[in-house]
């Protein structure tokens, strides 16, 4: 088994093309980032950036068109885990898992939440003996905080935050090394919301997880990410350590979302930068540096060359300007 700081995922040039009726429409371009075990990465983005094909191209939920994500299991081998055949993948896919956005929808309303929850173990271990398959289940449900008695009732006698316990216990119940968060929490209240991001940290520690935790909203992603990956048209634009990222962001998307955090304070006025115009149509991105079109900083230069991903200030940044822009980021002091 991977020690704890030990990069266990590495994506690589991962790209996701959609193709109807001849419009190829890039989703996901030429992503690549590392992750540790341990750590939680968040990707952050409006919506339609990618973040969500991203996160399933990397559980294969759906296929990559290119590029490798190299898995380092728990035995310790290494696998490129987009290339895995049926065979090879059974064992592997219970080590990578998904947490999904939507606790209604994600949660077969006909099946009760013992036979939910128990679901991948009946896939995986078709023999194990239903008494100590409902032993486990029990165990789950006690960690994720849900009221063992109530396993035999449907999804539709919870509320959304105990519907999201019950999807994270599914996730949870094969021991897996990495969980892929996709906006796991953008469904529920803000006060559930903060119980169940508490409730994935604890279960961090105690289960010694890695955390993929694609989110829009900028200050969950801050309160439970090590490392933060900003989005936009389907490009990483800004990769770093997300207290450095927060505070002192250096590409002007970053600036604009981080400009767009409400503070809990109704004396502080933030001054909003507004991003002008509408998020490009993938299927026919601008020319140059794909922010150009609501970009505040943008040049002739950032019109017709397309910024690579390059090392600034201790993270990796696209834009052109990065090294002489200073930006304005989270204010700390405000919170
Ligand atoms: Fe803005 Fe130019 Fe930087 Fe793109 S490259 S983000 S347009 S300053």
Redesign the pocket.
């Known amino acids: 088994m991977a020690d704890k700081g030990e990069v266990i995922l590495k994506v690589k040039n991962v790209s996701k093309v959609f193709s109807s009726k001849g419009i190829n429409v890039r989703a996901v371009t030429n992503v690549s980032f590392d992750v540790k075990k341990g750590e939680t990465i968040g990707i952050v983005g409006e919506s339609g950036c990618g973040k969500t094909t991203l996160g399933r191209c990397i559980v294969r939920a759906i296929e990559a068109s290119e590029g490798e994500v190299l898995y380092k299991t728990l035995e310790g081998r290494e696998v490129n885990f987009l290339t895995l055949d049926k065979k090879q993948m059974k064992p592997i896919r219970k080590e990578i898992q998904m947490i999904f956005q939507d606790p209604y929808s994600s949660l077969d309303p006909r099946m009760t939440v013992l036979d939910i929850v128990a679901e991948p173990i009946r896939a995986n271990y078709p023999k194990m003996p239903k008494k100590e398959r409902e032993e486990l289940v029990k165990d789950i449900a006690e960690k994720v905080g849900l009221n063992t008695t109530y396993l035999m009732r449907y999804p539709h006698a919870f509320s959304g935050g105990q519907r999201q316990r019950i999807g994270i216990a599914r996730a949870l119940i094969l021991k897996p090394q990495v969980i892929v968060c996709d906006e796991a929490v953008s469904a529920l209240d803000v006060s559930i919301q903060a119980q169940i991001i508490n409730l994935l940290k604890d279960l961090q520690r105690e289960m010694d997880l890695t955390y993929i935790f694609i989110s829009h909203d900028l200050s969950v992603v801050e309160h439970i990410s090590d490392k933060v990956g900003v989005m936009y048209l389907g490009r990483m634009?800004e990769f770093g350590e997300t207290e450095k990222l927060f505070s002192s962001p250096r590409?002007?998307?970053t600036e604009a979302l981080l400009s767009a955090v409400p503070v809990a304070d109704p004396d502080v006025k933030m001054e909003r930068i507004p991003l002008q115009g509408e998020i490009p149509n993938p299927a026919n991105p601008p020319s140059?540096?794909?922010?150009?079109t609501r970009?505040?900083?943008?040049?002739k230069?950032?019109?017709e060359v397309a910024?690579e991903l390059t090392e600034v200030d201790g993270r990796m940044v696209?834009?052109?300007?990065?090294e002489e822009?200073s930006l304005r980021g989270f204010d700390y002091s405000k919170m």
């Open positions: 634009v590409h002007p998307y140059g540096c794909y922010f150009h970009c505040r900083y943008c040049t230069k950032c019109t910024p696209a834009c052109h300007r990065a822009l």
